[in-house]
């Protein structure tokens, strides 16, 4: 849409899929260093959900972070646990 606002977001080298996130919940991925593959804008409307992103400092990456599942999503991961124990 002409007008609308967009925001500058620094991809990933991969493409991270969110199954991962949701079976893994802390997933690390390191972010692209390259300028004209690693930034590109979005409009606002394309974000609808906050991600929690730290910089992983243990790693020996520079550019080397994690993602972190949202608190929301956190009791169907720990469900899945107790069914899967449940039917053990």
Do not use: K
């Not at 993602?67 to 107790?82: A, G, H």
């Amino acid at each position: 849409m002409e007008g609308e606002v967009e925001a500058v977001v620094q991809c990933s080298v991969d493409s991270l899929e969110w199954s991962r996130v949701e079976e893994e919940i802390v997933v690390h991925f390191r972010l692209c260093n390259d300028f004209e593959r690693s930034y590109m804008t979005v409009p606002i409307s394309a974000l609808t959900h906050p991600l929690c992103v730290v910089p992983d400092y243990g790693g020996d990456d520079e550019y080397g972070y994690m993602v972190v599942l949202p608190r929301r999503n956190w009791s169907q991961y720990f469900s899945s646990f107790i069914v899967a124990f449940h039917d053990s």
